[in-house]
């Protein structure tokens, strides 16, 4: 990356209306406050309450459609971060998830590639597919829906860019089970996390599939801003994991919701309906570690108290 001084860094975030987007929107606002900032999203699944107090510029376009070189002319950006992609995973539609998740991937390579500027992309774990042990990013791709099929064909693209154009940097990033502020938009894609926290509240016991002895790798949002900024420092083309590198079962997570929001709910177990479920999530951060200097900051206890207290302190 050139060691531009704030003021000349030129910054764009697609997805930055949605969750993950919308917290890294803000995060860099705060930490390059003189950077010209530019979001880009359709909001299918966003909103833009989530940029409340955010003074850049918004481009409201739909990626797999969008003309990048009418839009922007000969704008040079530092780093692109995209971030938007279809996230409902129980989208079945396979045209829509795979059309538009690709080929918003695609225009926006083919802008980035004459000017080498530096993208930084959302993958996902959901690649992994089924897992018993922590997943490094030489798994081979298995996944089981689509939504993981199209991650898993940016991936492919990204390489092959990386390949052919060796000066270029292209940075994949396979975020794990995020959850934190700005997520209440998606309705029922958002984080268990979220969903649990709101049937305490509600006061029913929280629903989690039996027995829980389930494992994810629950990642605070505020670490996986901080691995998407360091991103910006990454000197070679790679795909790396951006997890809390921690399984915890569902049982763990009811009763750290439980210490966080003072109650004493028992889970209450039903039958899992999805055929093929991800049944432990774990991130290998090797890579990340030395590669972007990655350091989650958040174990699930933190995490769950920091997020519950923005929740529901107002
Ligand atoms: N949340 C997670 O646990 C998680 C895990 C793994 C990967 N990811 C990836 O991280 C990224 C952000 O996810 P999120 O959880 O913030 O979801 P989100 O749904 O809140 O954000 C996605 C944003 O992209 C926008 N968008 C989608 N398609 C678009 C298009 N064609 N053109 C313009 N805008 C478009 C949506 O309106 C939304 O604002 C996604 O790429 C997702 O696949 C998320």
Partial sequence: MRTAPDSALNLLVTGGAGFIGSNLVLTLQEKFPKAHLTVIDDFRSGDFKNLAGYKGDFV??????????????????????????????????????????????RRLLDFARPTRTRVVYASSASTYGAATAASSETSEAAPANVYAFSKAMMDNLAQRCARETPA????????????????????????MIYHLSQQIRRGERPRIFKHGEQQRDFVYVKDIVAGTICAMQGKESGIYNLGSGQARSFNDLVQILNQSLGTKFEPDYIENPYAHYQNFTQADLTNAKRALGYEPRFPLEEGVRDYMQWLYSA
């Fill in 60 to 105: 409201a376009q739909n990626l797999a459609s969008l003309d990048w070189n009418r839009q922007f002319g000969n704008d040079r950006f530092d780093t692109i971060f995209h971030l938007a992609s279809i996230t409902d995973t129980t989208n079945h539609d396979q045209f829509e998830q795979v059309h538009d998740n690709v080929e918003s991937f």
């Fill in 168 to 191: 270029w940097v292209i940075i994949g990033l396979r975020y794990f089970n995020v959850y934190g502020p700005r997520e209440a938009h998606k309705g029922v894609p958002a984080s």
